[in-house]
């Protein structure tokens, strides 16, 4: 059974740093495309960032620039690290992962909190 887990979230002052990290079962993150979504108060899910199987990257504009998703295949882990958080950054972050045989999954995710 496939699961994602994320951990690394926190409460964190504006200008500040996390690392975000989605650990998966059953090895599929080698054969996925991997995206790390997030869910503010009162707002829609929305994309934060992706990276293909090949290591093709894309972020939402109003993370580019401060933030990096980056893959370990061997460990089977996604990274997402944000820096120059804001505080609109609060959010609910969650990992998604697309294998190319197997289907979609996502994470329960994480809460990361950009608070003075």
């Known amino acids: 059974q496939v699961q994602l887990v994320e951990s690394g979230g926190g409460l964190v002052q504006p200008g500040g740093s996390l690392r975000l990290s989605c650990a998966a079962s059953?090895?599929?993150?080698?054969?996925?495309?991997m995206g790390w979504y997030r869910r503010a108060p009162g707002k829609e899910r929305e994309l934060v960032a992706t990276i293909t199987i090949a290591g093709g990257t894309n972020y939402a504009d109003s993370v580019k620039g401060r933030f990096t998703i980056s893959r370990d295949n061997v460990k089977n882990t996604v990274y997402l690290q944000m820096n120059s958080l804001k505080p609109e950054d609060t959010a609910v972050y969650y990992c998604?992962?697309?294998?190319?045989?197997?289907?979609?999954?996502w994470g329960q995710g994480t809460q990361v909190t950009v608070s003075s």
């Open positions: 059953g090895r599929i993150i080698s054969g996925s495309a």
């Open positions: 998604s992962a697309l294998h190319w045989a197997k289907g979609g999954y």
